[in-house]
């Protein structure tokens, strides 16, 4: 873990907003940094410019509280969902995640942010919700 930290992949507005304790399993934090070491990390040095995480590890009730879907990888730490805050620079993440050992990314929203999973063994699977 070197460009990411388990505080920035936890932390949630509407956790803190709700009373919500988002406090990741040593389960979570394991896979959390497996996909920072593999995809986040890889990922950020390719791009050469900062990523921000807007979700990362939400417990049960956050998923729920954000209207997650109900096997979603943020609950088992396995996912997050990245911005540069710019479409050309979410268009860049989108093609290097291509190079990478991704299981799911999806360009959510025409590049507004990125879901992005590890998994191993991944499934390599890359769509788009509209
Ligand atoms: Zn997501």
Redesign the pocket.
Known sequence: MKHFSIKELTRSMTAERLGIDNTPPAEAVRALTRLVDHVLDPLREALGGPIYVT?GYRCRALNRAVG?AAH???MRGE???ITTYSREGNARMLALLRQLPVDQV?N?HDLQWI?V?YHAPGRRQFLSIP
């Open positions: 979700s997650g979603s990888q943020h996912a997050a969902d999806i959510e879901h999973s």
